[in-house]
């Protein structure tokens, strides 16, 4: 039960994670509701643009830029201890290389 009601136990602060965390959940459920939805019209406009030859190469780029920034920036930050940055810089750096390597794989295999 205290999962429910810790949101209200430092009540200006909490709730307003807690409000934060309930628009990213309803934003998640509108885009998953949209790409549900997507198999019923024809082909998207974002389908269009993004197997654009011009997407291939933005793609490349933000590919590169995002080895040299976290390649370069993992290194700077301290890597010992369990409160150091590193780790929450490496997983920043995960997530985005995966949607950048996927907007890449899809503008050049295309539909």
Avoid: C, D
């Avoid at 949101?7 to 885009?31: E, H, K, S, Y």
């Avoid at 406009?45 to 993004?50: G, Q, V």
Wanted: glycine share 12%; charged share 5%.
């Amino acid at each position: 039960m205290t999962i429910f009601t810790v949101w209200f136990q430092n009540f200006p602060n909490n709730f307003v994670i807690f409000l934060a965390a309930v628009t990213i959940a309803g934003g998640f459920v509108f885009v998953f509701a949209k790409a549900a939805l997507v198999a019923e019209g024809g082909r998207q406009p974002l389908a269009r643009r993004m197997t654009n030859p011009n997407t291939k190469l933005l793609f490349a780029v933000l590919l590169v830029l995002w080895a040299i920034v976290f390649g370069i920036g993992l290194q700077l930050v301290p890597h010992e201890g369990a409160s150091s940055p590193y780790g929450g810089i490496g997983l920043i750096a995960l997530f985005s290389g995966f949607f950048i390597l996927m907007g890449l794989i899809w503008s050049v295999i295309g539909e």
